[in-house]
C-alpha cells in the first residue's frame, strides 16, 4: 500500500510559479514511476509530466513543455512538479499517482496504482 500527501498548489497571477510536492509513504517510492495529472472543472483527468523510477527520463504533456519540470528526490520519498510561467488555463486541480515495480513513465491513468488526495492551482489573469 501507498499513500501519497500532496502540498503546495495556490493562487498565483499568470506568469507566476508554483511548486507542487508529493510524498510517499512506505518503501515503494524508490521503485515507483510517478506522474502528476491534472482536472479542470467540466473536464476529464488529464496527463501533466512522469518521471521514470531512477528519475532519468522524463515525459510531459505538450502544453507544459518548457515550462514545467518534473523531479523526484528518491531520498526523501518525494516528486516534484515546478510549475512557471503559468496560464489561465492551468487552473485545475492536480494530482499525484505513482506506478508501483513499474520503471518506465506513462500518459495513462489506469497505468497508475494510487492517487493523491489532489490540490488546487489556480491561475489569474
Known amino acids: 500500500q501507498v499513500q501519497l500527501a500532496q502540498s503546495g498548489g495556490g493562487l498565483v497571477q499568470a506568469g507566476g510559479s508554483l511548486r507542487l510536492s508529493c510524498a510517499a509513504s512506505g518503501r515503494t517510492f524508490g521503485n515507483s514511476a510517478m506522474g502528476w495529472f491534472r482536472q479542470a472543472p467540466g473536464k476529464e483527468r488529464e496527463f501533466v509530466a512522469a518521471?521514470?523510477?531512477?528519475?532519468?527520463?522524463?515525459q510531459y504533456e505538450d502544453s507544459v513543455k518548457g515550462r514545467f519540470a518534473i523531479s523526484r528526490d528518491n531520498a526523501k520519498n518525494t516528486a516534484y512538479l515546478q510549475m512557471n510561467s503559468l496560464k489561465p488555463e492551468d487552473t485545475a486541480v492536480y494530482y499525484c499517482?505513482?506506478?508501483?515495480?513499474?520503471?518506465?513513465?506513462?500518459?495513462?491513468?489506469?497505468?497508475?496504482?494510487?492517487w493523491g488526495q489532489g490540490t488546487q492551482v489556480t491561475v489569474s489573469s
Open positions: 499517482a505513482a506506478r508501483v515495480t513499474i520503471y518506465s513513465t506513462s500518459a495513462y491513468i489506469s497505468g497508475y496504482d494510487y
Open positions: 518521471i521514470s523510477r531512477s528519475g532519468d527520463k522524463t
